[in-house]
Protein backbone atom coordinates (compact mmCIF):
# COMPACT_ATOMS: atom_id res chain seq x y z
CA UNK A 1 0.00 0.00 0.00
CA UNK A 2 0.71 3.61 -1.11
CA UNK A 3 -0.04 7.06 0.55
CA UNK A 4 -1.16 8.44 -3.15
CA UNK A 5 -2.10 12.63 -2.88
CA UNK A 6 -4.29 13.56 -5.39
CA UNK A 7 -3.66 17.41 -5.72
CA UNK A 8 -6.54 19.04 -7.62
CA UNK A 9 -6.47 22.44 -9.50
CA UNK A 10 -7.97 25.15 -7.83
CA UNK A 11 -10.90 26.37 -9.48
CA UNK A 12 -11.35 29.94 -9.63
CA UNK A 13 -13.87 31.85 -7.92
CA UNK A 14 -14.64 34.69 -10.26
CA UNK A 15 -17.47 32.38 -11.19
CA UNK A 16 -19.42 29.08 -11.83
CA UNK A 17 -17.24 26.65 -13.21
CA UNK A 18 -18.17 25.27 -16.65
CA UNK A 19 -17.27 21.35 -17.93
CA UNK A 20 -14.21 22.61 -20.15
CA UNK A 21 -12.87 23.10 -16.59
CA UNK A 22 -14.32 19.85 -14.82
CA UNK A 23 -12.82 17.75 -17.81
CA UNK A 24 -9.60 19.33 -17.35
CA UNK A 25 -9.11 18.48 -12.89
CA UNK A 26 -12.59 16.96 -12.10
CA UNK A 27 -13.40 14.20 -13.43
CA UNK A 28 -9.84 12.86 -14.30
CA UNK A 29 -8.80 13.14 -10.76
CA UNK A 30 -11.48 11.59 -9.50
CA UNK A 31 -11.41 8.48 -10.94
CA UNK A 32 -7.99 8.13 -10.62
CA UNK A 33 -8.18 8.75 -6.50
CA UNK A 34 -11.65 6.02 -6.60
CA UNK A 35 -9.49 3.28 -8.36
CA UNK A 36 -6.89 3.87 -5.89
CA UNK A 37 -8.40 3.51 -3.12
CA UNK A 38 -9.97 0.48 -4.09
CA UNK A 39 -6.85 -1.15 -5.40
CA UNK A 40 -5.45 -0.48 -1.46
CA UNK A 41 -3.39 2.86 -1.36
CA UNK A 42 -4.21 5.55 0.91
CA UNK A 43 -5.21 8.07 -0.89
CA UNK A 44 -5.88 12.18 -0.21
CA UNK A 45 -7.86 14.08 -2.47
CA UNK A 46 -7.41 17.85 -1.76
CA UNK A 47 -8.31 21.29 -3.56
CA UNK A 48 -10.39 24.39 -3.11
CA UNK A 49 -11.85 27.36 -4.33
CA UNK A 50 -8.73 29.68 -5.66
CA UNK A 51 -10.15 33.11 -4.46
CA UNK A 52 -7.66 36.05 -3.76
CA UNK A 53 -6.44 38.28 -7.22
CA UNK A 54 -7.61 41.40 -9.32
CA UNK A 55 -9.99 39.42 -11.46
CA UNK A 56 -11.87 38.24 -8.21
CA UNK A 57 -12.01 42.27 -7.45
CA UNK A 58 -12.89 43.12 -11.06
CA UNK A 59 -15.80 40.59 -10.65
CA UNK A 60 -16.93 42.10 -7.56
CA UNK A 61 -16.66 45.59 -8.63
CA UNK A 62 -18.84 44.81 -11.77
CA UNK A 63 -21.62 43.11 -9.66
CA UNK A 64 -21.36 46.02 -7.19
CA UNK A 65 -20.42 43.70 -4.26
CA UNK A 66 -17.39 43.18 -2.24
CA UNK A 67 -14.53 40.68 -3.40
CA UNK A 68 -15.78 38.24 0.32
CA UNK A 69 -19.31 38.59 -0.85
CA UNK A 70 -18.37 37.31 -4.25
CA UNK A 71 -16.10 34.75 -2.76
CA UNK A 72 -18.61 33.08 -0.71
CA UNK A 73 -20.98 33.09 -3.17
CA UNK A 74 -19.08 31.35 -5.48
CA UNK A 75 -17.21 29.14 -3.58
CA UNK A 76 -20.77 27.63 -2.35
CA UNK A 77 -22.13 27.44 -6.10
CA UNK A 78 -18.84 25.49 -7.05
CA UNK A 79 -18.94 23.20 -3.65
CA UNK A 80 -22.71 22.36 -4.82
CA UNK A 81 -21.48 21.48 -8.39
CA UNK A 82 -18.35 19.57 -7.31
CA UNK A 83 -20.52 17.50 -4.88
CA UNK A 84 -23.45 17.03 -7.43
CA UNK A 85 -20.72 15.49 -9.83
CA UNK A 86 -19.69 12.70 -6.92
CA UNK A 87 -16.23 13.97 -7.32
CA UNK A 88 -14.65 12.18 -4.06
CA UNK A 89 -12.59 14.68 -2.19
CA UNK A 90 -11.20 13.94 1.53
CA UNK A 91 -11.31 17.85 1.82
CA UNK A 92 -12.41 20.82 -0.74
CA UNK A 93 -11.33 24.09 1.31
CA UNK A 94 -10.72 27.41 0.23
CA UNK A 95 -7.45 29.39 -0.19
CA UNK A 96 -9.31 31.91 1.84
CA UNK A 97 -9.34 29.98 5.12
CA UNK A 98 -7.38 31.09 8.02
CA UNK A 99 -4.92 27.96 7.80
CA UNK A 100 -4.48 28.66 4.26
CA UNK A 101 -3.18 32.17 5.05
CA UNK A 102 -0.83 30.72 8.09
CA UNK A 103 1.15 28.07 6.11
CA UNK A 104 1.74 30.30 2.70
CA UNK A 105 3.12 32.85 5.17
CA UNK A 106 5.03 30.37 6.71
CA UNK A 107 6.33 29.14 3.48
CA UNK A 108 7.26 32.88 2.32
CA UNK A 109 9.06 33.67 5.44
CA UNK A 110 11.46 30.42 4.86
CA UNK A 111 12.44 30.86 1.50
CA UNK A 112 12.63 34.48 2.05
CA UNK A 113 15.17 33.68 4.87
CA UNK A 114 17.08 30.70 2.80
CA UNK A 115 17.69 33.68 0.14
CA UNK A 116 15.47 32.28 -2.24
CA UNK A 117 12.89 35.66 -2.56
CA UNK A 118 15.35 38.83 -3.78
CA UNK A 119 14.06 42.08 -3.82
CA UNK A 120 13.29 44.05 -6.90
CA UNK A 121 12.07 47.37 -8.38
CA UNK A 122 9.93 46.52 -11.31
CA UNK A 123 7.52 47.84 -13.53
CA UNK A 124 4.07 47.09 -12.25
CA UNK A 125 1.10 47.27 -15.30
CA UNK A 126 -1.87 50.16 -13.77
CA UNK A 127 -5.29 50.96 -15.35
CA UNK A 128 -5.24 54.10 -15.82
CA UNK A 129 -8.70 54.46 -15.47
CA UNK A 130 -9.37 52.35 -11.90
CA UNK A 131 -5.55 53.09 -10.79
CA UNK A 132 -5.17 49.21 -10.02
CA UNK A 133 -2.96 46.76 -11.12
CA UNK A 134 -3.29 44.39 -13.90
CA UNK A 135 -2.56 40.97 -13.41
CA UNK A 136 -0.18 38.90 -16.22
CA UNK A 137 -2.89 37.20 -17.28
CA UNK A 138 -4.96 40.39 -17.88
CA UNK A 139 -2.84 41.88 -20.19
CA UNK A 140 -2.26 40.75 -23.88
CA UNK A 141 -0.50 41.63 -26.73
CA UNK A 142 1.54 40.03 -29.51
CA UNK A 143 4.69 38.22 -28.45
CA UNK A 144 7.77 39.42 -28.89
CA UNK A 145 9.46 36.17 -29.64
CA UNK A 146 7.26 34.28 -32.43
CA UNK A 147 4.77 37.69 -33.09
CA UNK A 148 1.50 35.63 -32.12
CA UNK A 149 -1.13 38.18 -31.34
CA UNK A 150 -3.05 37.59 -28.23
CA UNK A 151 0.16 36.70 -26.17
CA UNK A 152 -0.55 36.99 -21.90
CA UNK A 153 1.78 39.19 -19.85
CA UNK A 154 2.80 36.34 -18.36
CA UNK A 155 2.77 33.42 -21.13
CA UNK A 156 3.01 33.30 -24.98
CA UNK A 157 0.60 30.12 -25.81
CA UNK A 158 1.70 30.24 -29.41
CA UNK A 159 5.51 29.64 -28.38
CA UNK A 160 4.98 28.41 -24.73
CA UNK A 161 7.73 30.92 -23.66
CA UNK A 162 7.69 33.09 -20.52
CA UNK A 163 6.80 36.40 -20.81
CA UNK A 164 6.67 39.63 -18.67
CA UNK A 165 3.92 42.44 -19.41
CA UNK A 166 6.63 44.68 -20.03
CA UNK A 167 7.73 42.51 -22.87
CA UNK A 168 4.49 42.52 -25.03
CA UNK A 169 4.15 44.89 -28.12
CA UNK A 170 0.97 47.16 -27.99
CA UNK A 171 0.13 45.55 -24.20
CA UNK A 172 -3.70 46.03 -23.96
CA UNK A 173 -6.10 45.54 -21.18
CA UNK A 174 -8.51 42.24 -21.50
CA UNK A 175 -10.71 43.82 -18.97
CA UNK A 176 -11.67 47.06 -21.13
CA UNK A 177 -9.01 47.18 -23.97
CA UNK A 178 -6.93 50.27 -22.65
CA UNK A 179 -3.25 50.70 -22.97
CA UNK A 180 -1.80 49.92 -19.42
CA UNK A 181 0.81 52.49 -17.59
CA UNK A 182 3.94 51.07 -15.79
CA UNK A 183 5.06 52.08 -12.91
CA UNK A 184 7.78 51.68 -10.88
CA UNK A 185 7.18 49.19 -7.65
CA UNK A 186 8.90 47.02 -4.56
CA UNK A 187 8.22 43.59 -5.02
CA UNK A 188 9.86 40.15 -3.85
CA UNK A 189 11.23 37.73 -6.85
CA UNK A 190 11.64 33.87 -6.55
CA UNK A 191 14.82 33.91 -7.35
CA UNK A 192 14.25 30.51 -10.24
CA UNK A 193 17.84 30.86 -10.96
CA UNK A 194 19.31 29.88 -8.12
CA UNK A 195 16.99 26.69 -8.35
CA UNK A 196 17.16 26.07 -11.53
CA UNK A 197 20.01 23.19 -11.34
CA UNK A 198 17.59 21.51 -8.70
CA UNK A 199 14.74 21.99 -11.04
CA UNK A 200 16.62 20.53 -13.92
CA UNK A 201 17.38 17.75 -12.13
CA UNK A 202 13.86 17.00 -10.80
CA UNK A 203 13.27 16.88 -14.23
CA UNK A 204 15.94 14.80 -15.32
CA UNK A 205 14.43 12.25 -13.39
CA UNK A 206 11.14 12.68 -13.86
CA UNK A 207 11.84 12.25 -17.49
CA UNK A 208 13.74 8.99 -16.66
CA UNK A 209 11.03 7.59 -14.47
CA UNK A 210 8.69 7.34 -18.28
CA UNK A 211 5.65 8.45 -16.15
CA UNK A 212 4.90 11.75 -17.58
CA UNK A 213 2.96 12.89 -20.96
CA UNK A 214 5.60 13.52 -23.16
CA UNK A 215 3.75 16.74 -24.31
CA UNK A 216 4.04 17.76 -20.02
CA UNK A 217 7.73 17.37 -19.72
CA UNK A 218 8.55 18.43 -22.93
CA UNK A 219 6.58 22.23 -21.98
CA UNK A 220 8.21 21.57 -18.86
CA UNK A 221 11.87 21.29 -20.09
CA UNK A 222 11.56 24.00 -22.70
CA UNK A 223 10.19 26.90 -19.91
CA UNK A 224 13.56 25.84 -17.51
CA UNK A 225 15.64 27.08 -20.67
CA UNK A 226 15.20 30.81 -20.36
CA UNK A 227 14.26 31.11 -16.51
CA UNK A 228 14.18 34.33 -14.47
CA UNK A 229 13.26 35.63 -11.27
CA UNK A 230 9.41 35.64 -10.95
CA UNK A 231 7.55 38.61 -9.25
CA UNK A 232 6.30 36.38 -5.97
CA UNK A 233 3.68 39.82 -5.05
CA UNK A 234 1.31 42.39 -6.18
CA UNK A 235 0.01 45.73 -5.61
CA UNK A 236 -3.27 44.66 -4.42
CA UNK A 237 -5.41 44.93 -0.99
CA UNK A 238 -7.07 41.52 -1.88
CA UNK A 239 -4.36 38.45 -1.23
CA UNK A 240 -2.49 37.23 1.82
CA UNK A 241 -0.59 39.70 3.47
CA UNK A 242 3.18 39.99 3.03
CA UNK A 243 5.38 39.03 6.16
CA UNK A 244 7.64 41.83 6.97
CA UNK A 245 5.29 44.12 5.13
CA UNK A 246 2.66 44.90 6.94
CA UNK A 247 3.08 48.05 6.83
CA UNK A 248 2.07 48.18 3.06
CA UNK A 249 -1.71 47.26 2.98
CA UNK A 250 -1.48 47.47 -0.92
CA UNK A 251 0.93 45.07 -1.55
CA UNK A 252 -0.41 41.19 -1.04
CA UNK A 253 1.39 37.74 -2.46
CA UNK A 254 1.21 36.92 -6.12
CA UNK A 255 -2.20 34.48 -6.22
CA UNK A 256 -0.23 32.13 -7.37
CA UNK A 257 1.91 31.61 -4.93
CA UNK A 258 -0.33 31.21 -2.63
CA UNK A 259 -2.81 29.10 -4.57
CA UNK A 260 -0.10 26.18 -5.22
CA UNK A 261 0.67 25.93 -1.50
CA UNK A 262 -3.45 25.23 -1.08
CA UNK A 263 -2.18 21.35 -1.49
CA UNK A 264 0.25 21.90 1.36
CA UNK A 265 -2.02 23.81 3.71
CA UNK A 266 -5.13 21.57 2.81
CA UNK A 267 -3.55 18.14 3.53
CA UNK A 268 -2.81 20.14 6.69
CA UNK A 269 -6.30 21.79 7.27
CA UNK A 270 -7.90 17.75 6.56
CA UNK A 271 -5.20 16.16 9.23
CA UNK A 272 -6.04 19.10 11.93
CA UNK A 273 -10.06 18.20 11.33
CA UNK A 274 -8.98 14.71 11.44
CA UNK A 275 -8.11 15.00 14.83
CA UNK A 276 -4.58 13.94 13.90
CA UNK A 277 -2.73 17.25 13.47
CA UNK A 278 0.41 15.46 11.76
CA UNK A 279 -1.25 12.72 9.80
CA UNK A 280 -0.57 15.42 6.92
CA UNK A 281 3.62 14.26 7.00
CA UNK A 282 2.22 10.57 5.22
CA UNK A 283 1.97 12.35 2.26
CA UNK A 284 4.26 15.54 2.09
CA UNK A 285 7.41 13.83 4.15
CA UNK A 286 7.52 9.92 3.25
CA UNK A 287 9.92 9.84 0.38
CA UNK A 288 8.05 7.11 -0.87
CA UNK A 289 4.76 8.73 -0.82
CA UNK A 290 3.18 9.49 -4.25
CA UNK A 291 2.00 12.81 -5.33
CA UNK A 292 -0.36 13.63 -8.79
CA UNK A 293 -1.52 16.95 -9.75
CA UNK A 294 -4.41 17.35 -12.20
CA UNK A 295 -5.30 20.52 -13.91
CA UNK A 296 -5.56 21.98 -17.74
CA UNK A 297 -2.62 22.38 -20.26
CA UNK A 298 -2.23 26.03 -19.38
CA UNK A 299 -1.68 25.56 -15.33
CA UNK A 300 1.68 23.50 -16.24
CA UNK A 301 4.07 26.20 -15.81
CA UNK A 302 2.58 26.30 -12.35
CA UNK A 303 2.74 22.87 -11.09
CA UNK A 304 6.48 22.17 -13.12
CA UNK A 305 7.97 24.92 -12.09
CA UNK A 306 6.74 27.42 -9.70
CA UNK A 307 5.45 24.69 -7.02
CA UNK A 308 8.92 23.03 -7.16
CA UNK A 309 10.84 25.57 -7.00
CA UNK A 310 8.95 27.08 -3.69
CA UNK A 311 9.49 23.75 -2.29
CA UNK A 312 12.92 23.51 -3.42
CA UNK A 313 13.49 26.72 -1.71
CA UNK A 314 11.55 26.15 1.46
CA UNK A 315 13.34 22.89 1.40
CA UNK A 316 16.76 24.46 1.30
CA UNK A 317 18.15 22.36 -1.74
CA UNK A 318 18.68 24.99 -4.24
CA UNK A 319 22.18 26.53 -5.20
CA UNK A 320 22.46 29.12 -2.00
CA UNK A 321 21.72 25.79 0.57
CA UNK A 322 19.43 26.80 3.38
CA UNK A 323 17.66 24.85 6.25
CA UNK A 324 13.74 23.15 5.94
CA UNK A 325 11.43 25.24 7.53
CA UNK A 326 8.98 23.58 10.29
CA UNK A 327 7.28 21.53 8.45
CA UNK A 328 10.50 19.86 7.43
CA UNK A 329 11.87 18.71 3.67
CA UNK A 330 8.88 18.38 1.93
CA UNK A 331 7.98 16.16 -1.67
CA UNK A 332 8.38 17.72 -4.56
CA UNK A 333 5.81 16.37 -7.39
CA UNK A 334 5.72 12.62 -8.75
CA UNK A 335 3.77 13.57 -11.80
CA UNK A 336 1.84 16.63 -13.57
CA UNK A 337 -0.86 14.92 -14.82
CA UNK A 338 -2.18 17.71 -17.35
CA UNK A 339 -4.89 17.72 -19.59
CA UNK A 340 -5.45 19.38 -22.63
CA UNK A 341 -8.48 21.87 -23.53
CA UNK A 342 -11.71 21.14 -24.27
CA UNK A 343 -13.79 22.66 -26.64
CA UNK A 344 -17.79 23.12 -27.83
CA UNK A 345 -18.85 22.53 -30.65
CA UNK A 346 -15.43 23.77 -32.36
CA UNK A 347 -15.21 26.82 -30.50
CA UNK A 348 -13.54 27.80 -26.96
CA UNK A 349 -15.08 28.49 -23.67
CA UNK A 350 -15.86 31.60 -23.22
CA UNK A 351 -18.41 32.80 -20.83
CA UNK A 352 -18.42 36.54 -22.21
CA UNK A 353 -19.38 35.46 -25.53
CA UNK A 354 -21.74 32.94 -24.49
CA UNK A 355 -19.59 29.85 -25.48
CA UNK A 356 -20.03 28.15 -22.22
CA UNK A 357 -22.13 24.87 -20.66
CA UNK A 358 -21.88 25.39 -16.51
CA UNK A 359 -22.03 22.17 -14.46
CA UNK A 360 -25.32 23.26 -12.75
CA UNK A 361 -26.68 24.04 -15.78
CA UNK A 362 -25.87 20.73 -17.27
CA UNK A 363 -26.75 18.56 -14.43
CA UNK A 364 -29.63 20.02 -13.68
CA UNK A 365 -30.85 18.58 -17.49
CA UNK A 366 -28.99 15.62 -17.89
CA UNK A 367 -27.22 12.80 -15.51
CA UNK A 368 -23.95 13.33 -14.07
CA UNK A 369 -22.68 10.43 -15.05
CA UNK A 370 -23.28 10.71 -18.76
CA UNK A 371 -21.33 13.98 -18.55
CA UNK A 372 -18.43 11.88 -16.81
CA UNK A 373 -18.51 9.45 -19.12
CA UNK A 374 -18.45 11.71 -21.78
CA UNK A 375 -15.16 13.23 -20.20
CA UNK A 376 -13.30 10.00 -19.67
CA UNK A 377 -14.11 8.49 -23.55
CA UNK A 378 -14.04 11.37 -25.22
CA UNK A 379 -12.63 14.19 -23.36
CA UNK A 380 -9.07 16.31 -23.78
CA UNK A 381 -6.56 13.63 -22.15
CA UNK A 382 -3.69 14.14 -24.57
CA UNK A 383 -5.30 16.23 -27.16
CA UNK A 384 -7.33 18.88 -27.56
CA UNK A 385 -11.43 17.11 -27.83
CA UNK A 386 -14.26 19.08 -28.88
CA UNK A 387 -18.03 18.59 -26.66
CA UNK A 388 -20.70 18.63 -29.50
CA UNK A 389 -24.49 18.14 -28.10
CA UNK A 390 -24.62 15.36 -31.09
CA UNK A 391 -21.78 12.96 -29.66
CA UNK A 392 -23.08 13.56 -26.22
CA UNK A 393 -26.53 11.62 -27.38
CA UNK A 394 -24.58 9.43 -29.66
CA UNK A 395 -22.47 8.38 -26.48
CA UNK A 396 -25.04 8.01 -23.97
CA UNK A 397 -27.67 6.30 -26.15
CA UNK A 398 -25.44 4.29 -27.80
CA UNK A 399 -22.99 3.26 -25.26
CA UNK A 400 -24.50 4.24 -22.00
CA UNK A 401 -28.40 3.25 -22.25
CA UNK A 402 -27.99 0.34 -25.31
CA UNK A 403 -25.04 -1.21 -23.82
CA UNK A 404 -24.36 -1.27 -19.98
CA UNK A 405 -27.69 -0.09 -19.13
CA UNK A 406 -29.56 -2.62 -20.92
CA UNK A 407 -27.19 -5.26 -20.20
CA UNK A 408 -28.33 -4.45 -16.44
CA UNK A 409 -31.80 -4.09 -17.27
CA UNK A 410 -32.92 -7.30 -19.07
CA UNK A 411 -30.25 -9.64 -17.06
CA UNK A 412 -31.88 -7.85 -13.79
CA UNK A 413 -35.80 -8.94 -15.80
CA UNK A 414 -35.30 -11.95 -16.31
CA UNK A 415 -33.43 -13.54 -13.07
CA UNK A 416 -36.38 -11.50 -11.11
CA UNK A 417 -39.20 -13.19 -13.52
CA UNK A 418 -37.70 -16.72 -13.22
CA UNK A 419 -36.01 -16.82 -10.41
CA UNK A 420 -36.73 -13.67 -8.18
CA UNK A 421 -33.48 -14.30 -6.91
CA UNK A 422 -29.90 -14.44 -7.76
CA UNK A 423 -30.07 -18.54 -8.62
CA UNK A 424 -27.58 -21.36 -7.97
CA UNK A 425 -25.32 -22.58 -11.10
CA UNK A 426 -24.99 -25.93 -12.24
CA UNK A 427 -21.77 -26.68 -14.14
CA UNK A 428 -20.15 -24.15 -15.91
CA UNK A 429 -20.01 -24.99 -20.00
CA UNK A 430 -16.71 -23.30 -21.90
CA UNK A 431 -18.62 -20.21 -23.55
CA UNK A 432 -19.74 -19.88 -19.75
CA UNK A 433 -15.98 -19.51 -18.22
CA UNK A 434 -14.37 -17.62 -21.05
CA UNK A 435 -16.15 -15.06 -20.46
CA UNK A 436 -16.08 -15.20 -16.60
CA UNK A 437 -12.74 -15.38 -17.43
CA UNK A 438 -12.05 -13.02 -19.30
CA UNK A 439 -13.87 -10.38 -17.36
CA UNK A 440 -12.30 -11.11 -14.34
CA UNK A 441 -9.04 -10.18 -16.05
CA UNK A 442 -10.40 -7.03 -16.91
CA UNK A 443 -9.20 -5.96 -13.13
CA UNK A 444 -5.81 -6.10 -13.82
CA UNK A 445 -6.16 -4.28 -17.64
CA UNK A 446 -9.01 -1.72 -16.50
CA UNK A 447 -6.65 -0.70 -13.35
CA UNK A 448 -3.07 -0.96 -14.70
CA UNK A 449 -4.46 1.53 -17.72
CA UNK A 450 -6.00 3.92 -14.72
CA UNK A 451 -3.15 3.72 -12.78
CA UNK A 452 -1.26 5.17 -15.44
CA UNK A 453 -3.35 7.91 -16.26
CA UNK A 454 -4.64 6.19 -19.64
CA UNK A 455 -8.07 6.90 -18.58
CA UNK A 456 -9.92 6.61 -22.15
CA UNK A 457 -8.67 3.55 -22.84
CA UNK A 458 -9.61 1.97 -19.71
CA UNK A 459 -13.05 2.98 -19.66
CA UNK A 460 -12.75 1.40 -23.53
CA UNK A 461 -11.66 -2.11 -22.64
CA UNK A 462 -14.45 -1.80 -19.39
CA UNK A 463 -17.23 -1.41 -22.21
CA UNK A 464 -15.23 -3.74 -24.56
CA UNK A 465 -15.89 -6.44 -22.05
CA UNK A 466 -19.55 -4.91 -21.72
CA UNK A 467 -19.67 -5.53 -25.45
CA UNK A 468 -18.65 -9.47 -24.66
CA UNK A 469 -21.28 -9.87 -21.77
CA UNK A 470 -23.91 -8.68 -24.87
CA UNK A 471 -22.62 -11.21 -27.17
CA UNK A 472 -22.88 -13.61 -24.59
CA UNK A 473 -26.48 -13.22 -24.48
CA UNK A 474 -27.05 -13.07 -27.97
CA UNK A 475 -25.59 -16.69 -28.27
CA UNK A 476 -26.97 -18.35 -25.08
CA UNK A 477 -29.91 -16.81 -25.67
CA UNK A 478 -31.51 -17.06 -22.37
CA UNK A 479 -35.01 -15.09 -23.24
CA UNK A 480 -35.31 -18.83 -25.42
CA UNK A 481 -34.59 -21.28 -21.88
CA UNK A 482 -38.70 -21.81 -21.28
CA UNK A 483 -38.82 -25.21 -20.10
CA UNK A 484 -38.80 -26.84 -17.23
CA UNK A 485 -36.01 -28.71 -18.38
CA UNK A 486 -33.69 -25.80 -19.23
CA UNK A 487 -34.13 -24.25 -15.83
CA UNK A 488 -30.70 -25.44 -14.82
CA UNK A 489 -29.04 -23.90 -18.36
CA UNK A 490 -31.12 -21.20 -17.58
CA UNK A 491 -29.78 -20.52 -14.06
CA UNK A 492 -26.21 -20.76 -14.75
CA UNK A 493 -26.46 -18.31 -17.42
CA UNK A 494 -28.26 -15.78 -15.12
CA UNK A 495 -26.27 -16.77 -12.25
CA UNK A 496 -22.84 -16.40 -15.27
CA UNK A 497 -24.43 -12.69 -15.88
CA UNK A 498 -25.09 -11.63 -12.81
CA UNK A 499 -21.60 -12.27 -11.79
CA UNK A 500 -20.19 -10.34 -14.79
CA UNK A 501 -22.36 -7.38 -14.08
CA UNK A 502 -20.59 -7.21 -10.66
CA UNK A 503 -17.72 -7.47 -11.89
CA UNK A 504 -18.26 -4.77 -14.77
CA UNK A 505 -20.05 -2.15 -12.12
CA UNK A 506 -16.64 -2.10 -10.13
CA UNK A 507 -14.80 -1.43 -12.96
CA UNK A 508 -17.06 1.49 -13.81
CA UNK A 509 -17.02 2.64 -10.57
CA UNK A 510 -14.90 4.86 -10.82
CA UNK A 511 -15.93 6.61 -14.02
CA UNK A 512 -20.14 5.78 -13.18
CA UNK A 513 -19.94 6.22 -9.56
CA UNK A 514 -23.75 7.39 -9.48
CA UNK A 515 -24.36 4.82 -11.86
CA UNK A 516 -22.76 2.15 -9.85
CA UNK A 517 -24.41 2.49 -7.00
CA UNK A 518 -27.68 2.25 -9.10
CA UNK A 519 -26.70 -1.22 -9.97
CA UNK A 520 -25.79 -2.47 -6.67
CA UNK A 521 -29.15 -1.91 -5.72
CA UNK A 522 -30.28 -3.80 -8.99
CA UNK A 523 -27.93 -6.86 -8.16
CA UNK A 524 -29.61 -6.53 -4.33
CA UNK A 525 -27.17 -4.45 -2.38
CA UNK A 526 -27.27 -1.57 -0.50
CA UNK A 527 -26.10 0.94 -2.93
CA UNK A 528 -22.73 1.80 -1.97
CA UNK A 529 -19.97 0.45 -3.84
CA UNK A 530 -18.98 4.36 -4.50
CA UNK A 531 -19.28 6.02 -1.41
CA UNK A 532 -20.10 9.52 -2.01
CA UNK A 533 -18.58 13.16 -0.87
CA UNK A 534 -20.62 15.28 1.30
CA UNK A 535 -20.82 19.19 2.61
CA UNK A 536 -20.30 20.34 5.79
CA UNK A 537 -20.31 23.15 7.88
CA UNK A 538 -17.08 23.57 9.58
CA UNK A 539 -15.52 26.24 12.20
CA UNK A 540 -12.86 28.53 10.86
CA UNK A 541 -9.34 27.24 12.59
CA UNK A 542 -7.27 30.34 12.26
CA UNK A 543 -9.78 33.38 12.57
CA UNK A 544 -7.26 35.51 14.23
CA UNK A 545 -4.51 35.48 11.40
CA UNK A 546 -7.38 36.68 8.66
CA UNK A 547 -7.46 40.12 7.41
CA UNK A 548 -10.39 42.49 8.48
CA UNK A 549 -12.49 42.01 5.60
CA UNK A 550 -12.94 38.27 7.23
CA UNK A 551 -14.00 39.82 11.26
CA UNK A 552 -16.85 37.90 11.81
CA UNK A 553 -16.81 34.68 9.51
CA UNK A 554 -16.91 31.60 12.09
CA UNK A 555 -17.55 28.72 9.48
CA UNK A 556 -17.57 27.73 5.90
CA UNK A 557 -18.63 24.63 3.87
CA UNK A 558 -15.85 22.13 2.81
CA UNK A 559 -16.70 19.13 0.53
CA UNK A 560 -15.53 16.00 3.15
CA UNK A 561 -16.63 12.19 2.64
CA UNK A 562 -16.02 8.72 4.00
CA UNK A 563 -14.59 6.54 1.35
CA UNK A 564 -13.20 3.39 3.37
CA UNK A 565 -16.44 1.69 2.35
CA UNK A 566 -15.73 1.57 -1.47
CA UNK A 567 -15.33 -2.52 -2.17
CA UNK A 568 -11.15 -3.91 -3.16
CA UNK A 569 -10.69 -3.90 -6.79
CA UNK A 570 -11.05 -7.31 -7.27
CA UNK A 571 -13.90 -9.95 -8.26
CA UNK A 572 -16.38 -10.35 -5.04
CA UNK A 573 -18.66 -13.33 -5.48
CA UNK A 574 -22.34 -12.74 -5.66
CA UNK A 575 -24.31 -14.31 -3.61
CA UNK A 576 -27.12 -17.39 -4.74
CA UNK A 577 -30.51 -15.98 -3.02
CA UNK A 578 -29.93 -12.44 -2.99
CA UNK A 579 -33.37 -11.29 -3.89
CA UNK A 580 -33.82 -9.42 -7.65
CA UNK A 581 -36.54 -6.78 -7.34
CA UNK A 582 -38.42 -5.38 -11.13
CA UNK A 583 -35.25 -3.29 -12.25
CA UNK A 584 -35.53 0.55 -13.22
CA UNK A 585 -33.25 1.55 -15.91
CA UNK A 586 -30.33 2.80 -14.72
CA UNK A 587 -29.75 5.78 -17.81
CA UNK A 588 -32.17 8.04 -18.81
CA UNK A 589 -32.08 7.58 -22.77
CA UNK A 590 -31.80 11.23 -24.92
CA UNK A 591 -34.57 12.12 -27.24
CA UNK A 592 -32.47 13.61 -30.37
CA UNK A 593 -34.57 16.24 -30.70
CA UNK A 594 -32.16 17.78 -27.20
CA UNK A 595 -29.70 18.54 -30.03
CA UNK A 596 -31.39 20.83 -31.81
CA UNK A 597 -32.50 22.75 -28.09
CA UNK A 598 -29.55 22.73 -26.87
CA UNK A 599 -28.06 24.35 -29.78
CA UNK A 600 -30.77 26.59 -30.21
CA UNK A 601 -30.25 27.74 -26.10
CA UNK A 602 -26.73 28.47 -26.69
CA UNK A 603 -26.99 30.42 -29.79
CA UNK A 604 -30.02 32.65 -27.60
CA UNK A 605 -27.23 33.00 -24.73
CA UNK A 606 -24.43 34.74 -26.87
CA UNK A 607 -24.00 37.92 -28.26
CA UNK A 608 -24.96 38.85 -31.38
CA UNK A 609 -21.44 38.93 -32.48
CA UNK A 610 -20.81 35.38 -31.98
CA UNK A 611 -24.34 34.03 -32.44
CA UNK A 612 -24.60 31.10 -33.90
CA UNK A 613 -20.71 30.38 -33.93
Partial sequence: MSHILSAVAWPYANGPRHIGHVAGFGVPSDVFSRYMRMAGHDVLMVSGTDEHGTPILVAADEEGVSARE????????????LVALGLSYDLFTRTTAGNHYRVVQDMFRTVRDNGYMIEQVTRSAISPSTGRTLPDRYIEGTCPICGADGARGDQCDSCGNQLDPTDLINPRSRINGETPEFVESNHWFLDLPALADALGEWLDEREASGTWRPNVIRFSKNILEEIRPRAMTRDIDWGIPIPGWEDQPTKRLYVWFDAVIGYLSASIEWARRSGDPEAWRQWWSDPEALSYYFMGKDNIVFHSQI????????????????EPGEMGVLNLPTEVVSSEFLTMEGKKFSSSHGIVIYVRDFLARYQADALRYFISAAGPETADADFTWAEFVRRTNGELVAGWGNLVNRTASMIHKRFGEIPQPEELEEIDRLLLDSV????SAVGDLIRHHRQKAALAEAMRLVGEA??????????????????????????TLAQVIADLNLMLAPFLPHAANDVNLVLGGEGTVAPMPRVEIVPELDPEVLPEAFDGRS???????????????????????????????????????????????????????????
Avoid at 70 to 81: G, P
Avoid at 440 to 443: L, T
Avoid at 470 to 495: C, G
Fill in 70 to 81: LADRNNRLIVDD
Fill in 307 to 322: WPAELLGYNGQGSKGG
Fill in 440 to 443: EAGF
Fill in 470 to 495: NKYVADTEPFKLKSEEQLPRLATILH
Fill in 555 to 613: EYPIITGDYTTAPTWERHEVVVGTPIAKPKPVFVKLDEAIVEEELARYADSAPDDVTGA
